[in-house]
């Protein structure tokens, strides 16, 4: 999956159809990222670059409560890719 805007788009969509926000706002973020889940708010560090905002969705979205009924085909066989991409990085690195 190449970190290009597009694909940070879409990432940014899945989000958006599970009913989270998504704001980039500056901090110091441990990891890139905070999450207020009862409001269901991802803040992303907005000093990361493309490849490191795409990277830091891949890696936040399997953690997340994604309404998989809600998406959007195209959103749909995203999330899959995404999951797949992270059960393989999680056997990669047990």
């Known amino acids: 999956m190449k970190p290009t805007q597009a694909t940070l788009d879409k990432l940014e ?7 989270y926000v998504v704001r980039y706002e500056r901090g110091t973020f441990q990891s890139g990222w905070c999450l ?12 990361l670059d493309t490849e490191g905002r795409v ?8 953690q997340l409560n994604i309404e998989f009924d809600k998406l959007t085909h195209s959103s749909q066989k995203l999330y899959e890719d995404v999951m797949k991409r992270a059960l393989t990085a999680q056997a990669d690195n047990p």
């Open 55 to 62: 990277n830091t969705l891949l890696e936040l979205i399997p």
């Open 36 to 47: 207020l889940e009862a409001k269901k708010i991802v803040v992303l560090n907005k000093f």
């Open 13 to 19: 969509d899945i989000l958006g159809e599970s009913s």
